[in-house]
Each structure stands twice: as structure tokens, then as C-alpha cells.
């Protein structure tokens, strides 16, 4: 059995650290030398940036769980259960689920067994792990963040989707439908589209019968037919894997914590202060436009930044875009806004209010909020292509009016 207990971690395929478990399940990361005096090196994350800009060097170690940049890279929920079961080791244990994960992790990461490729010595019965899993379509390595059911998918020149053997690679996310609520893939998609339509930056979509993707493995439950399939913006066909970093990762929160400790004023001066006008006007496009459709979900980690070129950040593109409220009654904001989470409190004295303490534009911001709703309100009216059930369409049309900034 493999005795490895030094990850290399890799940023654009070079060795920029590594993760090392101590005695006592205490993990330390430390940077290489070599990154630490490249003076063009690229941006691992924000929350490694002293108040100077300079690289923090000084990280404390954690116990048995990775510190919140390396533990947002994993799954949750349901979906890092799947994962840890079919690799056959404990959830819990971090450092190991990320070395069993670490080959395909979101944006331009990789987590390496520093001596070779071996399985985690916590795996208790390989033979029997290799076996379960030759049957049901091999060991998954992939890790993308999130609880839903998904995966990382190659487009095949006939339209469909192919799951990878070993779930390594593919530009495409897959997201099956949910087990507990129906509709949630053709909700995405409608609200994602909404979203291009009155100029959000949103990926390409797709919706996909679930007979078109090949190499899913047998004994997934869900309800319907057809998933939900995005274009990976932290993948490029030409130039490769795409850094990126959530707003989890950005402010040093694990997973758990993504709904709480920060608020949408945090998330607006990191915007504000990374990427400027640009991206703060698009961030108050997004989060008018998650209000006018009740999206109760917009947490931390649904928020990212990116690097095209590997070292200045700007907005990442749209992703879960939901309407919470037709499967949530009366849902509310996923963080404060000021000092709400209450949809039917957002008036423009609120945002007025947002501006000085983010300490934006006032004219900006208002301005931004008034040709959000005044967009909305046109390309919803002309939404009937989109596959909004009627339901739904009621509980949005019956939410509108009780929002201020709809009615003024």
C-alpha cells in the first residue's frame, strides 16, 4: 500500500506547492520557492494577497479538514458521498477525497500524489473498490464543486454527450434532474437564457435528453428525462484550463459557511476594488436580475472570479440561475443586502444606501438597476419559447409586483 503523504499541487500543469499530511491528521500547505520569488507568477486565489497585494506565505495548518481555498475545491452533500464510496474512502478525510479528485479539479488546478498515481492508503480494500467499480463504469476522479448530481462532459460531434471513463476531462457540465424537485433542469435553462437575453454574461446552454449522454453510471435516481448542460468557462479549446476561485475561497469560508459570515456588500467591494466599473455593473445586473426571478441561492460559492491571463481577476460568468421561489414559498435572499434578505425590501433608497457603503457610484448603481428591470420586464413578456412551466410562470408573475424597484 502506497505510504505517500505529500500532494503536489500544481497551477497551469507547474508545482507551485504542496499539501502535506502531518502527524495527528494536521494538513499544512506551503508554497515552492520557486513560485514564491517569480515576481510574474499567476494568481492562485485573492485570499492569498496581504492588504500590499504581497503572497501570503505564512499559512497556518488545519486539522483533518483542508483549509477552506483546497476544501472548496471538493464536492458537497449528496455528491461528495457519491464520489467518496465509489473511490471507497471517508468523506470526512479531505485530504484524501482531494487526492483521489485532485486530476480534474475547477479552473487550473491539479492535486498530484507527489510519487506517483497510487490510491489513498485509507482505502481499506482495493481489489474490491477496482471490482465495484469496473462494473459500474470506473473510478470517478473529477471534482466539481456543488451538491447537485453532475458531471464533467465531452460533446460529441452528433450533438450528445460522453462521460469520460475515469470522469477526467471534458469542457461540459452535465447536471442530471433533481431527486426531490421537478422541472429544475428546464428552470435553469429558462433562467439562464432570460439572463443572455437582457445581456448577462451567461456560457453556452443546452437542454439534453438523458438517452443522449453515454458513460452515466447505472443506479442514478432522478426525476425526468432530460439534463441541464453548461460550457465550462474554466476550460478552453485552445488555450486550455482557465483559472478560477469562488467567492468561498476568495473570503477563507468553508462550504458550510456559504450562506453566512459575508454579506453582498463583501462580495461587491472584491468586485469593485478587482475589476472596476465593468465588473460591478455586471454584478448588479446579476443580482437585480436573481431578485426579479426569486433565486433564494445566490451564496457565496455562486459567485467566482476568474483570470484569462493568469493573473488579473475579473467576474467569472453567470452560473446557477434559479427561481428558488417556485419550489420555495416566501424564500428569501441568500445573504444580506444592506441590511435585509427580504425580496419585498429592495426599494432604490436600499441601493442608494448599497453604493455608499460599498462606496460605488451612486448614478451607477441606480441607473444599472433601473435598465436591469426596464430589460427584464421587456424579455420577460416575450419568454413564452422558454420552457417555463405555468406554475412557475404564476409564482414569478405574482412575485414581481411585490419587489419595489419592479413596481417603480
Known amino acids: 500500500m502506497t505510504e505517500v503523504t505529500v500532494l503536489d499541487v500544481r497551477l497551469y500543469d507547474k508545482s507551485i506547492g504542496t499539501l502535506t499530511l502531518l502527524p495527528g491528521d494536521r494538513i499544512l500547505f506551503t508554497f515552492d520557492d520557486g513560485y514564491v520569488a517569480d515576481a510574474t507568477r499567476p494568481a492562485l486565489s485573492v485570499s492569498f494577497k496581504d492588504a500590499f497585494g504581497a503572497l501570503i506565505t505564512d499559512i497556518r495548518p488545519t486539522q483533518t479538514r483542508l483549509s477552506p481555498f483546497f476544501s472548496n ?83 460529441q460531434a452528433a450533438g450528445g454527450f460522453t462521460i469520460p471513463v475515469e470522469g477526467v476531462g471534458g469542457s461540459w457540465i452535465v447536471k442530471l434532474p433533481s431527486t426531490t424537485h421537478r422541472g429544475v433542469p428546464e428552470n435553469e435553462f429558462a433562467m439562464m437564457e432570460l439572463a443572455r437575453r437582457i445581456g448577462i454574461d451567461v456560457p453556452e446552454t443546452q437542454m439534453v435528453p438523458l438517452r443522449k449522454i453515454e458513460g452515466l453510471p447505472a443506479g442514478l435516481e432522478s426525476e425526468g428525462d432530460t439534463a441541464f448542460v453548461i460550457k465550462r468557462f474554466d476550460r478552453s479549446d485552445t488555450a486550455g484550463p482557465i483559472h478560477i476561485e469562488d467567492f468561498a475561497q476568495v473570503f477563507g469560508l468553508y462550504p458550510a459557511d456559504k450562506y453566512g459570515k459575508v454579506s453582498y456588500r463583501n462580495i461587491a467591494q472584491v468586485i469593485w476594488v478587482e475589476t472596476g466599473e465593468i465588473g460591478i455593473t455586471e454584478f448588479l445586473r446579476r443580482f437585480v436580475f436573481n431578485v426579479l426571478i426569486g433565486n433564494g441561492d445566490m451564496h457565496a460559492k455562486n459567485w467566482s472570479l476568474i483570470y484569462p491571463d493568469r493573473r488579473t481577476p475579473q467576474l467569472a460568468p453567470a452560473y446557477d440561475f434559479l427561481s428558488t421561489i417556485g419550489y420555495i414559498a416566501k424564500d428569501k435572499l441568500a445573504l444580506t443586502f444592506v441590511d435585509t434578505k427580504a425580496f419585498s425590501s429592495l426599494n432604490r433608497d436600499r441601493f442608494s444606501r448599497f453604493a455608499a457603503k460599498v462606496g460605488l457610484p451612486e448614478k451607477l448603481t441606480l441607473d444599472t438597476v433601473k435598465e436591469t428591470v426596464a430589460r427584464f420586464r421587456e424579455t420577460w413578456q416575450h419568454s413564452k419559447d422558454l420552457p417555463i412551466d405555468a406554475r412557475l410562470r404564476k409564482t414569478i408573475d405574482e412575485h414581481l409586483p411585490t419587489i419595489p424597484i419592479w413596481q417603480s
Open 73 to 155: 475545491l471538493l464536492p458537497e452533500g449528496a455528491m461528495r458521498d457519491y464520489l467518496a464510496a465509489r473511490a471507497n474512502v471517508n468523506p470526512a478525510r479531505e485530504f484524501y477525497l482531494l487526492w483521489v479528485l485532485g486530476r480534474d479539479l475547477p479552473g487550473a488546478l491539479k492535486v498530484l500524489p507527489l510519487n506517483g498515481d497510487g490510491l489513498p492508503p485509507e482505502t481499506e480494500d482495493v481489489q474490491k473498490t477496482a471490482a465495484k467499480n469496473a462494473d459500474e463504469g470506473g473510478l470517478l476522479r473529477f471534482s466539481l464543486a456543488g451538491v447537485q448530481l453532475k458531471f464533467s462532459a465531452v460533446r
